[in-house]
């Protein structure tokens, strides 16, 4: 089968595609998989330079999360049958034709979803519903504002914001890109790069009869950061998904104080050891407002698994909207 390695660490560019064994059968409590899709994400870039939270052993696979078709089936699992549908977020592996996943991390592809579209859902729509709900419990009428609105995490939570009846302020550098994020559902855009976020977001506050932001949903960090700190209401909730920009904020904590700020870190896949039984919840909530047409998985740009290079550059250099996604 095919499969790209990291065997130095390094760049993604680094990566070789391989030509491997298939892979074993399944041990006690995880299942075999044909991969359709793998969804790109600036952790596996972290990963393949060895600066991720998870250091694999070289040389190993990266990918962190897939779809694809049920091949085995380990004993103990009677939930998951040989030929089902599935998504899954995995450690590593997914970049391959086959991966191994632990059942308890593998959920049913939803109805009328394509697998390709399946493989970049996992983790951008998981971790959106996560923070947005676990975390933030963001309420119906608040003013959600979202960071980085046209990427693979940024889209999701502007679609979630929408689905759970908040009022939705989206930020991404250029028109295009605030283009995507209306399509998603924001009902207002500021491009960053051509306008002020803080004054642009007090702005939009005080015509509605409000402080500022209740709910800030964060995976680029830096300068932004500090601008969200600025245009947040009393009381409000921001959330630090990631650091896309580069640069990892210092947080003042006088500010925290005066406005009664919480500010929460929130990392979805640490959920899958901690409390696992949360990410099966997840999914069944993404599956119903995916069923009511509230969901709108949105893939920019698909590659076949031999031009890995050009997906990650596209990713990395910020031209994509949505997901990119690797083919097999």
């Given at each position: 089968?095919?499969?790209?390695?990291?065997?130095?660490?390094?760049?993604?560019?680094?990566?070789?595609?391989?030509?491997?064994?298939?892979?074993?059968s399944p041990q006690a409590g995880e299942i075999k998989v044909k991969v359709a899709s793998a969804?790109?994400?600036?952790?596996?870039?972290?990963m393949i330079a060895g600066q991720y939270q998870q250091k694999p052993e070289l040389p190993f696979t990266p990918g962190l999360e897939l779809a694809g078709t049920v091949l085995e089936?380990?004993?103990?699992?009677?939930?998951?049958?040989?030929?089902?549908?599935v998504m899954a977020a995995v450690d590593h592996g997914g970049f391959a034709e086959q991966a191994i996943v632990r059942a308890a991390d593998a959920m049913p592809i939803?109805?009328?979803?394509?697998?390709?579209?399946?493989?970049?859902?996992?983790i951008a729509y998981g971790t959106s519903y996560g923070a947005l709900v676990w975390k933030a419990?963001?309420?119906?009428?608040?003013?959600?504002?979202?960071?980085?609105a046209a990427g693979g995490v940024g889209l999701t939570?502007?679609?979630?914001?929408?689905?759970?009846?908040?009022?939705?302020?989206?930020?991404?550098g250029g028109a295009d890109k605030c283009a995507v994020a209306r399509e998603h559902g924001a009902d207002w855009t500021i491009d960053y790069k051509a306008e002020n976020v803080r004054d642009r977001v007090k702005a939009i506050a005080a015509a509605l009869g409000r402080e500022g932001a209740d709910v800030v949903y964060?995976?680029?960090?830096?300068?932004?950061?500090?601008?969200?700190?600025?245009?947040?209401?009393?009381?409000?909730?921001?959330?630090?998904?990631?650091?896309?920009?580069?640069?990892?904020?210092?947080?003042?904590?006088?500010?925290?104080?005066?406005?009664?700020?919480?500010?929460?870190?929130?990392?979805?896949?640490?959920?899958?050891?901690?409390?696992?039984?949360?990410?099966?919840?997840?999914?069944a909530g993404l599956a119903r407002m995916h069923a009511g047409g509230r969901l709108k998985p949105h893939i920019s740009h698909r590659f076949d698994l031999a031009n890995f290079a050009q997906a990650f550059d596209i990713l990395v250099t910020r031209k994509s909207t949505g997901k990119v996604v690797l083919t097999t």
């Open positions: 089968m095919r499969a790209l390695q990291c065997q130095a660490l390094g760049k993604p560019s680094d990566l070789k595609l391989v030509e491997i064994p298939d892979l074993p969804g790109l994400n600036f952790a596996d870039t972290l089936i380990g004993s103990g699992e009677t939930r998951i049958k040989v030929g089902d549908p939803p109805s009328g979803m394509d697998p390709v579209v399946a493989g970049g859902f996992v419990r963001l309420q119906e009428g608040e003013l959600l504002l979202v960071h980085g939570a502007v679609e979630i914001g929408k689905a759970l009846g908040a009022r939705v302020i989206a930020t991404a964060d995976p680029v960090g830096g300068e932004i950061f500090d601008a969200s700190l600025r245009c947040v209401a009393w009381g409000a909730r921001l959330l630090v998904v990631g650091f896309a920009a580069g640069q990892v904020q210092k947080i003042p904590a006088n500010i925290l104080l005066v406005k009664n700020i919480d500010a929460q870190g929130f990392y979805w896949g640490s959920y899958r050891r901690h409390q696992p039984a949360l990410i099966g919840d997840c999914f």
